[in-house]
């Protein structure tokens, strides 16, 4: 049974530039959440999509966007890219929206350096 | 606020020398509370969940405990392969009714062979 997928692994972008990243849950895995690691503030969450509504979001500007698919693959946007974006984004699956308790997996991650 | 403490930030053992990791929490209404590993470059790989306190889960040389205030992550006769960051997490819901994940800063273990 495959993981969860994110690509790109790696992207260099430019400050001011927007970047997509994708994520491909597990088969059968309704909700996907995003997260964002960096070394000093560790893993934050972004936001949370279920059967296509967005149900959570965290403390992030408007900057940071997000959609999912009928088929459950999510996508996560983030505009007018600044330094401090630079970060692992983390794309995670569950089979159940974030109030059920059901285990989250995690993706490899997309590296974003912001230059 | 939900918050979340790990400790120690950094811990560097002996191969098969034991130890404990602490997680600590202030959560109203835990849903579950995660116990994850992270290899340097990789996401984080699920290794188990608590529900209620006193409930203990163990996979080889790992055993996680619960109790109302804190989790414990138990490390037997630990081998360089175990070397890792280990993340707790919480899910709780928040002020809005909201469910999220919210994470430690994870503990770095050293296993020197």
């Known amino acids: 049974k495959a993981g969860v997928t994110q690509t790109p692994r790696y992207l260099i972008k430019t400050r001011g530039q927007q970047v997509t990243l994708s994520c491909s849950p597990i088969?059968?895995?309704?909700?996907v959440s995003w997260y964002q690691q960096t070394p000093g503030q560790g893993l934050q969450f972004l936001f949370e999509y279920f059967s296509e509504t967005q149900r959570n979001k965290g403390n992030f500007p408007g900057r940071f966007s997000g959609r999912q698919f009928s088929n459950s693959r999510s996508e996560m946007n983030v505009s007018t890219l600044e330094l401090g974006d630079s970060a692992l984004y983390l794309c995670?699956?569950?089979?159940?929206?974030?109030?059920?308790?059901?285990?989250?997996?995690f993706g490899e991650g997309s590296w974003l350096t912001v230059v | 606020e939900d918050q979340v403490t790990q400790s120690p930030e950094a811990l560097r053992l002996q191969e098969g020398e034991s130890s404990s990791l602490n997680c600590s929490y202030t959560v109203s209404g835990l849903r579950g509370l995660f116990w994850y590993r992270q290899d340097p470059g990789k996401g984080p790989e699920f290794l188990f969940t608590l529900y209620s306190a006193g409930e203990e889960k163990e996979k080889e040389r790992l055993k996680a405990t619960l109790t109302k205030k804190e989790s414990f992550l138990h490390i037997t006769a630990p081998k360089p392969e175990d070397s890792a960051t280990y993340l707790c997490a919480v899910q709780a819901p928040d002020n809005f009714g909201n469910e999220k994940l919210t994470f430690g800063t994870g503990t770095r273990l050293t296993i020197i062979p």
């Open positions: 995670a699956s569950s089979s159940g929206p974030g109030n059920s308790g059901n285990t989250i997996y």
């Open positions: 088969s059968g895995h309704r909700s």
